[in-house]
């Protein structure tokens, strides 16, 4: 007796279903993969985009010839020239030099300069004087 | 079972027992496959349902991506310094243009676009937006607030088009080498035309400048010119011993950004391009060539006591000595005199291979495309050797004199310009111009003119410049003899002199004579006190520490003998 499908078609038709709809699953993950390589794309454009903009900014902002001028501005410093420039740090002459602790900064020779304490705030002093222009 | 009912009604008749099933198997598969196609005809159509109706707005991504790609040009590489500061990059800005077809009320618009953009007038505006073409430009890369501003408008036949513009965030630092681009993106002038094939690609280049030496020496440069009443200046830092340029200067400048602005003056490059004679600091180079050709003591003299004549032409020393001078006296004195005397030993083909050799006579070989031919007498005759040794009668561009400077001064090594950083070490030369030993009494000469010649106002304690200074007029205005009253005021010189790290040069051109420096424009004057700012800007900016050194150990200590100091 025949059997109305034979044992071999069955397995046939099981195995292209089972292979279809993987392959239906696989190309639908594909597509969704694909959407979301294009939207990191995108992103990493546009942060690149960003980035370059910040850079350009930062590079601007920190140009020599601006730095030159707000600090000559708002702090009445001028460029610093080859006679105050020292070989040794023990030709510094200070008031009252107090080492402190030799090995506090990275093996770095720290000295307290008299009443003058740094201190610990994040903040640096605002200057006292308004800038001359 | 209906179905397979009727199957067997319909064919009981015909058939019977074994061929009836073989029958009936053969419509149950037929069956089986009609079903299969009547499933899948279902699948399609939901999924033509999905696609279109719940899927529809999403744009096919699997293809878009790469087919854009083709289609964005990259972006323009940039330029960086040595230490990778930015020097020119490329930013996506917006620019606006109209489409007239679209706009409703052109006189509002035209009115509210004047105000956005003041470089643009109402009537101008006007004018674009009620055209009959369907694309005119109204302004390219703008700023993120005007075109904020613009959507505030409202008006549909104002649309954007992203576009890259160059932008060079120091401004006018260092424009001569950089050059810059024109509004398609084109590199043309400086480095951005000459590397213009690797920039498209988007590849970046770092470049050998330092910016902060750049800004010390163009502050530098700018500060002696006005001082002066100048109506311009060049000068240029250089690696001693590779050649590499570390800065470079021509002023008057411009910004890169607003090349198009820009006067001609402004733009022309008189470090690379601008070739002048120099005077007094080609002493340097004949004076050398003196020494290679002559192994003679330090102490012999020269001539100097009355001008030396040659045909209708008479040389004169500007700081007089009138005596017998000997070597060290005739280059601290500068002595037109003593220098044509010791070219005329050396001998014309011989003087001559030695500018040629140092790179005097040729243009140079550069990466910026602006380069300047030296102007050289087509007919070099021994009147021309005897000028050409303190400087006249040959024209050369400030750089050429820079690397001349390094060469004599770095043991004789012939260096190169070299204005692009590679990956690797820049490799030290091994041509060889002149003797260790030339190189050596060249760096001694070069001291004392510092020490207690016409260069005392370069001199930086604890760095040990040397250095030459040279005073030169400019050719008359109407190309006949020299005009007393225009000069180029020069100082050519490096540190530190035992073992130079750096040259540096500065020329003034067209200094004059101020107050504060008792009426001279002359090169001590001028150009001495900048290079000695510009040393000084250098030494803290680079870190290097001063070291004394006593007055016996200096390397122009043993020449003091054969100097007569009675004119201090």
């Known amino acids: ?133 | 079972m209906s179905f397979s009912n009727t199957v067997q009604r319909r064919h009981s008749i015909v058939l019977a027992g074994d061929q009836s099933s073989n029958f009936s198997m053969a419509h149950g598969r037929l069956f089986v496959v009609k079903m299969f196609f009547v499933v899948a005809f279902i699948l399609i159509v939901a999924r033509a349902g999905d696609v279109v109706v719940l899927d529809g707005g999403r744009p096919n991504v699997s293809v878009s991506p790469a087919s854009n790609a083709e289609h964005i040009p990259v972006a323009r590489g940039k330029i960086l310094d040595r230490n990778g500061v930015l020097l020119a990059t490329t930013l996506k800005t917006a620019s606006l243009y109209v489409d007239p077809f679209y706009v409703s009320d052109a006189m509002a618009t035209a009115k509210q676009l004047a105000a956005i953009f003041p470089k643009r007038s109402y009537g101008s505006l006007l004018k674009d937006l009620q055209g009959k073409g369907r694309f005119v430009w109204v302004a390219r890369g703008i700023t993120p607030e005007q075109q904020k501003a613009v959507l505030m408008i409202g008006e549909p036949g104002l649309q954007f088009e992203n576009e890259y513009q160059r932008f060079y965030p120091q401004g006018n630092l260092a424009p001569h080498l950089l050059g810059y681009t024109n509004i398609d993106d084109q590199g043309i002038a400086g480095i951005e035309k000459s590397f213009e094939g690797v920039l498209t690609e988007g590849e970046d280049l770092t470049l050998t400048i330092d910016s902060r030496l750049q800004h010390i020496l163009r502050r530098e440069i700018i500060a002696a010119a006005d001082r002066f009443d100048a109506v311009g200046g060049s000068g240029v830092i250089l690696n001693a011993k590779t050649g590499e340029v570390l800065a470079g200067v021509s002023y008057p400048d411009f910004k890169p950004d607003e090349a198009g602005n820009a006067k001609n003056r402004e733009k022309f490059n008189a470090l690379t391009l601008g070739t002048y004679e120099f005077g007094s600091v080609f002493k340097i180079f004949s004076t050398a060539a003196f020494l290679e050709h002559y192994d003679v003591a330090m102490s012999t003299t020269f001539d100097a006591s009355e001008p030396l004549k040659h045909g209708r032409f008479t040389i004169r020393d500007y700081h007089a000595e009138n005596r017998n001078l000997t070597i060290p006296e005739v280059f601290m004195h500068s002595s037109n005199i003593g220098s044509a005397l010791m070219g005329q030993a050396v001998g014309t083909e011989r003087l001559k291979a030695s500018y040629k050799d140092l790179g005097l006579l040729d243009a140079l070989d550069m990466e910026v495309p602006e380069l300047g031919k030296p102007q050289v007498p087509s007919r070099w005759g021994d009147l021309t050797t005897l000028t050409t040794s303190y400087g006249h009668g040959v024209a050369v561009t400030p750089l050429h004199v820079a690397l001349g400077v390094a060469t004599v001064v770095n043991g004789g090594m012939v260096v190169k310009p070299q204005l692009v950083k590679g990956d690797a070490e820049v490799e030290r030369s091994v041509i060889s111009v002149f003797s260790p030993k030339t190189s050596e009494r060249m760096r001694s000469l070069m001291r004392l003119v510092v020490t207690d010649g016409t260069g005392r106002n370069a001199d930086v304690p604890g760095y040990q410049v040397g250095g030459k200074t040279g005073t030169a007029e400019k050719p008359g205005k109407n190309k006949k003899g020299y005009d007393r009253k225009r000069l180029i005021s020069s100082f050519a010189g490096a540190f530190p002199m035992d073992d130079p790290e750096y040259v540096v040069f500065v020329a003034i051109d067209e200094p004059k004579g101020q107050k504060e420096s008792y009426g001279y424009a002359t090169a001590g004057w001028v150009a001495a006190p900048a290079f000695k700012a510009v040393v000084s800007s250098m030494a803290s900016v680079l870190g290097i520490a001063p070291r004394d050194v006593p007055e016996d150990q200096e390397i122009s200590h043993g020449l003091k003998k054969f100097v007569s100091l009675k004119n201090g």
Do not use: C, H
């Open chain 1, 1 to 133: 007796m025949k059997r109305f499908l034979s044992v071999q078609s069955i397995l046939v038709m099981a195995v292209a279903i089972v292979l279809g709809a993987a392959l239906l699953y696989t190309s639908q993950a594909t597509q969704d993969a694909d959407g979301v390589l294009a939207d990191l794309k995108s992103n990493i454009e546009r942060e690149n985009e960003a980035i370059a903009l910040l850079e350009a900014e930062w590079a601007y902002l920190n140009s020599p010839q601006r730095l030159e001028k707000l600090a000559m501005e708002y702090y009445g410093v001028k460029t610093p020239s080859a006679s105050q420039m020292m070989g040794d740090m023990e030709e510094v002459s200070l008031p009252f030099p107090v080492p402190i602790d030799p090995q506090s900064v990275g093996g770095m020779q720290a000295v307290s300069y008299g009443e003058v304490q740094p201190t610990a705030s994040d903040v640096a002093p605002l200057p006292k004087v308004r800038p001359v222009r």
